[in-house]
């Protein structure tokens, strides 16, 4: 059954099904650290993977079936000291697409700013609103902001608690050490994607992703023309955006998780929508303005 349905059910129900809200798949690479003891890489992807999967995120009850996919990618590029490390993570959101095995990409994002320390068997300490350490605040600030995307997929504007707890994080590590938080170090961190997707100035974004899966992508199995003028009401939403503030942060989250998608589903295009969606790529990602004409070669 579709999951926001089903979690809905279940929230009623709370003695008879209990599950957490993440399947995520952590992998920890240190193959650029030379001559380290490497046990202590895999003793931390454990660790992350428990705290992720094995923690309550939300209020929610989630079935197993239900759980929303994702997997975070640690790179470790440099061990500083002994439990002292630098790196970076990418983080992949995933979400079923209505009545298909096909699974779309919300999120497909890397943040180089991954400075954090680690004691091999020291429990993962984290508390909302409490900045503990680096590492916990980072994999929570992600995990919040995939809530949120996954929920607003699925019912427009639904992911704002999670923004507000996303938010939180940001707020609580104002006085870290660490990069990535504060909105003077750089257009493109974790302090301004919670700001972009929060700012009433770009709600269009969001409505945008509402229409783009659950008026797009999930009724496209039914009636292909009807679930493309979904998408095509999202990219109008993005381009909006776009206009309002040129290179937002959220509008280069959108391509890198929908670019190679969005040239799959107007490949089979009428002409005109086409030429319109290669016109509104080219405008929101220019550097790849090239990319898109890949649409247009193609037959319908």
Not at 206 to 228: A, C, F, P, Q, W
Request: contains cysteine; negative net charge.
């Amino acid at each position: 059954m579709f999951r926001k349905l089903t979690v809905l059910l279940f929230t009623c129900l709370p003695a008879l099904v209990s599950a957490q809200e993440f399947m995520c798949q952590v992998s920890v690479n240190a193959a650029q650290v030379e001559g380290s003891e490497k046990k202590v890489f895999q003793t931390l992807q454990t660790a992350v993977y428990e705290f992720i999967n094995n923690r309550k995120w939300t209020n929610y009850v989630y079935r197993p079936e239900e759980r929303i996919e994702c997997s975070m990618l640690i790179t470790i590029t440099e061990r500083v000291s002994s439990d002292q490390f630098k790196g970076r993570i990418n983080v992949v959101l995933q979400r079923p697409v209505y009545k298909t095995s096909y699974n779309t990409n919300l999120l497909n994002l890397v943040d180089k700013d991954f400075d954090f320390k680690y004691v091999e068997l020291e429990p993962l300490e984290y508390n909302d609103d409490v900045y503990t350490s680096n590492l916990t605040s980072m994999v929570a600030y992600y995990l919040y902001i995939m809530l949120g995307l996954d929920a607003d997929s699925f019912t427009k504007f639904g992911g704002t608690p999670y923004y507000e707890k996303a938010r939180g994080v940001v707020n609580a590590a104002q006085n870290s050490p660490e990069r990535g938080w504060k909105s003077f170090e750089s257009q493109k961190n974790r302090f301004w994607l919670v700001e972009n997707l929060m700012n009433n100035t770009y709600s269009a974004y969001r409505e945008g992703l509402y229409s783009y899966h659950r008026l797009g992508l999930d009724l496209m199995s039914e009636n292909m023309d009807l679930g493309r003028s979904g998408i095509n009401d999202c990219l109008e939403d993005v381009q909006k955006v776009n206009r309002e503030k040129t290179g937002l942060y959220i509008t280069q989250v959108f391509i890198d998780a929908k670019n190679e998608e969005i040239i799959n589903i107007y490949s089979q295009a009428a002409p005109m929508d086409k030429t319109k969606t290669v016109n509104i790529m080219k405008e929101i990602d220019p550097a790849n303005g090239s990319k898109y004409q890949q649409i247009m070669q193609s037959p319908r």
